[in-house]
């Protein structure tokens, strides 16, 4: 599973850094290793023009460094995204993933253990630079009860605060994606800069994720090729079963949580249920995806917490959608108003966006 956003807690910690306080050993450890990853990211990251100037590029990645820049221009030019240094400089950080999230679950709950830091509130998951210490703190969750999932992590937003070290760079966990997902990863993380609503990922993930849709609906329509449309095609059928699939067993999760069957039985049928996802997708892998392997990862370690997750990344998607129409189509306008949006209350502003536009 390719899971693409990630709002790093990296601005929690520069205010921390920058005379904030916080409470707790763990968290202020937690907080320095979120700085020094990411500055050892910036570090690593040089200009796409001295990348590009370099004799010694490979050609295979010069390609994707110029992809890249088209897609950042037309993201500033056709979607009004942020013109600042995000996206470009590349750095090649010699490992498979940005960092790797942790994220938990009670056994009979899908709802998401958080962890709350100054600047951008209460988030879902702990985001670690590196792998070993990513488990060991899914031990101790475990250990605690929970279930716990970690997965690596290919990009993430800082929201626009360390553009004045360079900005979120193009990383090699994902410039060698598929023209179309390059450009969707890009388009959505640049719009976690133009809005952000502290403690509500819900929000935050739906809003990006429907600029994600539009602009990459503009780019295939407009700049992409045959080739790289068809390809874009054939990842977002796959995306739409993996979605439909999931928030099916969601609700029946969900459902059965809430039910006032003892726990014991609620084990049972959980065990049940889990068994017949992976024979589902095992048949929409065969039957649908001619052997597609890309969400095998996910579904092997289906649990609580992977679903609690997949909830914020689509759920206020249409009510977005229909506010960008509701705005004439006019980018400046819909930023200006979930802008507004997230200066309200949780609850306001996913009343006025789920009402009538």
């Not at 980018?331 to 507004?340: I, L």
């Amino acid at each position: 599973m390719r899971h693409v956003a990630r709002v790093t807690v990296l601005a929690a910690a520069l205010a921390a850094a920058l005379g904030g306080s916080l409470a707790g050993c763990s968290t202020v450890g937690y907080l320095a290793q979120s700085v020094n990853g990411h500055l050892g990211l910036i570090n690593a990251a040089r200009p796409v023009k001295d990348w590009l100037a370099e004799s010694t590029t490979p050609q295979a990645l010069r390609e994707r460094l110029v992809l890249s820049q088209q897609i950042r221009d037309f993201s500033i030019r056709e979607l009004r995204l942020p013109d600042n240094s995000s996206y470009r400089s590349y750095a090649d950080l010699h490992r498979d993933a940005a960092v790797w999230n942790v994220v938990a679950a009670p056994e009979l709950s899908l709802k998401l253990k958080t962890s709350c830091f100054p600047v951008v509130g209460c988030v879902g998951y702990r985001g670690y630079y590196g792998r070993k210490a990513a488990d060991r703190e899914a031990q101790t969750l475990r250990a605690e009860g929970n279930e716990a999932w970690v997965y690596g992590v290919p990009a993430y937003s800082t929201l626009g605060w360390t553009n004045w070290l360079g900005g979120d760079p193009l990383l090699n966990t994902f410039i060698r994606y598929p023209e179309g997902e390059l450009a969707r990863m890009i388009f959505h993380e640049l719009a976690h800069q133009v809005a952000y609503a502290k403690g509500d990922t819900t929000f935050n993930e739906s809003f990006a994720t429907a600029v994600e849709t539009i602009g990459i609906t503009r780019w295939l329509d407009t700049r992409a090729g045959p080739a790289a449309r068809e390809e874009y095609a054939r990842f977002d059928a796959r995306r739409h079963d993996f979605r439909a699939l999931t928030q099916r067993y969601r609700a029946l999760l969900q459902s059965l949580y809430d039910s006032d069957l003892p726990d014991a039985e609620k084990r049972e049928r959980k065990a049940a249920l889990m068994q017949q996802l992976k024979r589902d997708h095992a048949t929409m892998k065969a039957q649908r995806w001619g052997g597609y392997s890309g969400y095998d990862a996910w579904f092997e370690q289906a649990n609580n917490a992977s679903f609690g997750v997949l909830a914020a990344y689509a759920e206020l998607v249409p009510d977005f959608e229909r506010l960008f129409a509701h705005c004439g189509g006019d980018f400046d306008r819909f930023y200006a108003e979930v802008r507004r949006l997230a200066t309200l209350s949780r609850d306001e502003r996913h009343a006025i966006l789920r009402g009538p536009q």
